[in-house]
Structures are given as structure tokens and as C-alpha cells.
């Protein structure tokens, strides 16, 4: 167990549809990732908090986007879904910003119909 | 930009064999190397890291070793059993020039072994 929590652990909606990601990082962790896994493209960062402000945005859609709350938790919200927004997402957390070694949650895989 | 290249897979061993997954990267400045593992169903879980050329990486067996020269981080391990069957990801971090540290990895290698 790495101490990251993700919630849900899967979704099924309809094209169109919006929806929203949540996770918790381990106790202590000011900064949190957002990461896409899909079969074509593989394991894209997609955005990057550190204690609340957006640090980095990587290959993140304009129909996305993210929050970092004063608890540290963080929510990916997801918009206008089509079918090529279905994958794995995954949240990490680390300890500070730098190289430093990032911890992964059980993901939320997204379907969408 | 930055990259990581691993071998395609899968890579099917009998157990007990050696394992070499290989890794190369193409990174501005000094990343920090990573391995992650990816069990069926799951999310990944950190195998090992290293933070600068010639460290040595190692956790349950798994060995990989930071290459300046080659640009490499081979991982490795003497004898694999049917519980190492997983996707192995080699990933890099660089904060060269004040960027984030996010991780860029590479496709994955799927392990398969065989009793």
C-alpha cells in the first residue's frame, strides 16, 4: 500500500458527460501528479500541484482540469468525455518538488460509452 | 525533449533465469532513473532508483545501475520467479533549468515467467 487513495476505483459514463476524479496523498506530501495511462498513448503526466498551486501542465486537454485544496487532497475534473478520454488515471504524490521518488494510487480506470 | 526507450516485450523466461529489461534515456541535464513495476489490476509500485551516474539501484533482488556514459539503467536479476510476471516501466525525472519533476516513462515490458 503506498498511502495515495483514489476514489473511485472505476467509472462507466456517457459521452459528453463530466465527471470527477479524487486523491489523497500520503500523509505529508505536499505535491501531487495526475497521470493518463492508455493502450496508444502509454503514461502521460498530465498536471503537477504543490501545496495548492498548479506547478506544471503536461499533455493535459482543455476539457480537463485539476485543484489542490488547503487538506491537500486533489480532484481531476474530466468534461465533455469522448470516447478517447477512457483509460487508467493515476495519482502520485512526493514529499517535496525535485527528483525525488513519487508514489502511485490504485488509479481510477474511466470508461466512456 | 526528454525521452526513455525500453525494449519491447514481452519477455517470456522459465524461472530461475536471468532477467535484463534494457533502458536508455535522452535527458537535458541530470535526471533522476527510476524503476516501477505494475502488477495485474494494480497501480505502480516503486521497484528502485538511482540519482546520479554510477549509483546503484537495488530492492528484492532487482538491480540497475545509472549509466552517464551510455545513457543507461538496465535493470536486472539473477534469478526470476513466476511472482515477478508484471509490467516493468523505466522512467526518468529532471528538473534541469527549473522544470517540473514530472516522470516521463518509458512503453513498458511485459514479464511473463513460466514455472
Known amino acids: 500500500d503506498s498511502g495515495v487513495t483514489q476514489t473511485p476505483k472505476h467509472l462507466i459514463t456517457a459521452t459528453g458527460q463530466r465527471v470527477t476524479l479524487r486523491c489523497s496523498p500520503r500523509?505529508?506530501?505536499?505535491?501531487v501528479y495526475w497521470y493518463q495511462q492508455s493502450l496508444d498513448q502509454g503514461l502521460q503526466f498530465l498536471i503537477q500541484y504543490y501545496n495548492g498551486e498548479e506547478r506544471a501542465k503536461g499533455n493535459i486537454l482543455e476539457r480537463f482540469s485539476a485543484q489542490q485544496f488547503p487538506d491537500l487532497h486533489s480532484e481531476l475534473n474530466l468534461s465533455s468525455l469522448e470516447l478517447g478520454d477512457s483509460a487508467l488515471y493515476f495519482c502520485?504524490?512526493?514529499?517535496?518538488?525535485?527528483?525525488?521518488?513519487?508514489?502511485f494510487g490504485p488509479g481510477t480506470r474511466l470508461t466512456v460509452t | 525533449g526528454d525521452s526513455v526507450t525500453q525494449m519491447e516485450g514481452p519477455v517470456t523466461l522459465s524461472e530461475e533465469a536471468f532477467l535484463t529489461i534494457n533502458c536508455t534515456y535522452t535527458a537535458t541535464g541530470y535526471p533522476s532513473l527510476f524503476w516501477y513495476v505494475q502488477y495485474p489490476g494494480e497501480g505502480l509500485q516503486l521497484l528502485l532508483k538511482?540519482?546520479?551516474?554510477?549509483d546503484k539501484g537495488s530492492n528484492k533482488g532487482f538491480e540497475a545501475t545509472y549509466r552517464k556514459e551510455t545513457t543507461s539503467f538496465h535493470l536486472e536479476k539473477g534469478s526470476v520467479q513466476v511472482s515477478d510476471s508484471a509490467v516493468y516501466f523505466c522512467?526518468?525525472?529532471?528538473?534541469?533549468?527549473?522544470?517540473?519533476?514530472?516522470?516521463?516513462f518509458g512503453t513498458g515490458t511485459l514479464l511473463a515467467v513460466q514455472p
Open positions: 522512467a526518468l525525472s529532471s528538473n534541469y533549468g527549473g522544470a517540473t519533476n514530472k516522470l516521463i
Open positions: 538511482a540519482t546520479k551516474a554510477d
Open positions: 502520485a504524490s512526493s514529499a517535496r518538488v525535485g527528483p525525488y521518488e513519487q508514489y
Open positions: 500523509s505529508g506530501d505536499l505535491s
